[in-house]
């Protein structure tokens, strides 16, 4: 079996859980989730004991797979609906900020055009600082592809490192070019 999908998924008090057809909704503090999972997977919520349970019928790869997959999907969205997510990003250049004006983040990185991005509706987006981007979300891949999509505007470059960075993100720097004096 599954490493990760033999495990158990407990739920906290306060958090309200419904399996039908297919679909998983979790409903907490935060907000609620849905999703809705393979059919060779199978999640059974037991009220009792307060665990969700992910179970496959048979031991083909794909169904391995998907075990392991549909029983840490249902995990982060247990864990998000009590504790959102975060990813912090820092904006490193001369003259870089970012700007928030209602569902829309501003990126300035050294383009000639201010670089646009839609804020998806379920992250929260704030800006401590004009260099510092906190993203804020219950869902984990929304959260964590947003955080790409910003990234992906301008990388960190290796000689000077400007860009956009995960925070505490650790970059290899390249020597430039060494003149020789002749």
């Avoid at 997977?41 to 997959?69: E, F, N, T, Y």
């Avoid at 912090?88 to 001369?94: D, F, K, N, P, R």
């Avoid at 003259?95 to 804020?119: D, E, R, W």
């Amino acid at each position: 079996m599954s490493r990760i999908g033999k495990n158990p998924i407990p739920v906290a008090t306060g958090v309200d859980v419904a399996i039908q057809k297919g679909e998983v909704r979790v409903k907490g503090p935060q907000g609620e989730l849905t999703f809705r999972h393979h059919p060779d997977v199978a999640v059974a919520w037991d009220a009792d004991s307060r665990q969700i349970k992910v179970s496959r019928p048979d031991d083909l790869p794909d169904s391995r797979a998907l075990h392991g997959l549909t029983r840490a999907l249902v995990a982060n969205m247990v864990a998000g609906v009590q504790k959102p997510y975060e990813r912090q990003l820092e904006i490193q250049g001369v003259g870089y900020q970012a700007s928030v004006s209602g569902q829309t983040l501003s990126l300035q990185v050294g383009y000639a055009n201010t670089i646009k991005l839609p804020i998806p509706k379920i992250v929260k987006v704030e800006l401590p600082s004009p260099t510092q981007i906190n993203l804020k979300s219950m869902d984990k891949h929304a959260v964590g592809q947003f955080a790409a999509n910003i990234r992906n505007v301008r990388p960190v470059e290796p000689y000077k490192g400007k860009g956009i960075r995960y925070l505490g993100e650790q970059i290899k720097r390249k020597a430039g070019k060494a003149f020789a004096s002749g």
